[in-house]
């Protein structure tokens, strides 16, 4: 098993951890910003948690 698949494994496991780390990055990125970006932000936030779901629910039986 190589290092990408034990990442997998380890974030299909944990993967509520995942999406708070999302948000946590996005809100800091609002917070930073003022808020100035919020809707790009968000629109963001769920792409990359999309594709992340997407991709750890790929050739696993878990589902995500």
Do not use: C, N, W
Request: charged fraction near 40%.
């Amino acid at each position: 098993m190589g290092i990408f698949d034990k990442a997998k494994d380890a974030l299909s496991e944990h993967s509520e951890h995942v999406d708070k780390g999302i948000d946590r990055v996005g809100d800091l990125i609002d917070e930073k910003t003022g808020g100035k970006y919020a809707d790009k932000v968000d629109q963001g936030q769920g792409v990359a948690g999309d594709k992340l779901r997407d991709y750890l629910a790929k050739d696993t039986d878990k589902p995500v």
